[in-house]
C-alpha cells in the first residue's frame, strides 16, 4: 500500500519544479533566468480493496531546478529536473515503509534509485495581473531508473521574488510494471494520488545563473 504513495509523492516533487519556473520571468524579451526548489513537500494518498482504509504518506525532501523563459508567446520551463530521496517518503509506520521502499522502489537487481523527474515541457497560462497562473507541466519520472511520460497541473502564485506552486497529479504503479503492494488482505490500487507544494526562488549559484541545470 504504502509503496503506491510513495511514488506519487516522487513524481510530485518533479512535476512542482517545473511550475516553479513558469510564473518568474516578465521580461518581454523572454530571458531566461533559473529558480530552485529546496525542500518541498509531496503527499500522497492510496485507495486501497477496503473503502474504509486508505494510506498516506509524506515527504518534505524535494530539491528541484529549472531554467524559466517568459516573454510575449507565454512562460516555458526549460531543462527542469528534480529529485526526491526514496528514504524520505514515509507513512508514519516504520515496518510499511520497509515493506514499500522493498516491493515498489527496488529493482530487480536489487538497486534503490530515487525518484527523478525532467521535464520535457511546461506551457501557463497567467491572469490579468501576472501574479497567479496555471500550469501544465509534461516530462518522463523515473521510478526505479525506469522512465515513464508524466503530467500535472499547477497553480503558481507570485510571492516576492518567490513562487509558491501546489499541483495535483495520478501516477499507476502498472506503468512501472509494479505489482499493487498486499499485506493482510488488504490491496492498494494501482492509481496512487499525489499532490505537491512548494515554493521556488531565484537561484544565487553563479553556475546557475549561466544557464546551467544539473
Not at 100 to 111: A, E, I, Q, W
Not at 173 to 183: C, D, K, N, T, V
Amino acid at each position: 500500500m504504502i509503496s503506491i504513495n510513495t511514488k506519487i509523492a516522487a513524481a510530485c516533487g518533479m512535476v512542482i519544479v517545473s511550475a516553479m519556473g513558469a510564473p518568474r520571468g516578465l521580461s518581454a524579451a523572454a530571458a531566461v533566468s533559473a529558480v530552485e526548489v529546496r525542500g518541498g513537500t509531496a503527499t500522497f494518498e492510496a485507495s486501497t480493496n477496503i473503502p474504509a482504509i486508505t494510506v498516506h504518506g509524506r515527504s518534505t525532501a524535494l530539491d528541484a531546478r529549472a531554467n524559466v523563459r517568459d516573454g510575449s508567446a507565454g512562460l516555458t520551463v526549460e531543462s527542469a529536473v528534480a529529485t526526491l530521496p526514496v528514504k524520505s517518503l514515509a507513512t508514519g509506520m516504520g515496518l510499511r515503509d520497509q515493506h514499500m521502499r522493498k516491493l515498489v522502489f527496488t529493482s530487480p537487481d536489487g538497486r534503490v534509485h530515487d525518484v527523478r523527474f525532467v521535464s520535457r515541457q511546461a506551457t501557463c497560462k497567467s491572469d490579468a495581473a501576472r501574479r497567479q497562473a496555471a500550469c501544465t507541466v509534461s516530462g518522463d519520472l523515473a521510478i526505479r531508473g525506469i522512465l515513464r511520460p508524466f503530467t500535472m497541473k499547477l497553480t503558481v502564485i507570485r510571492d516576492g521574488a518567490a513562487f509558491r506552486a501546489a499541483g495535483d497529479g495520478v501516477v499507476k504503479l502498472s506503468a512501472y510494471g509494479i505489482e499493487q503492494p498486499s499485506q493482510f488482505g488488504v490491496r492498494t490500487r494501482d492509481e496512487v494520488k499525489l499532490h505537491l507544494d512548494f515554493t521556488a526562488r531565484p537561484v544565487t549559484n553563479t553556475m546557475a545563473r549561466l544557464g546551467v541545470v544539473r
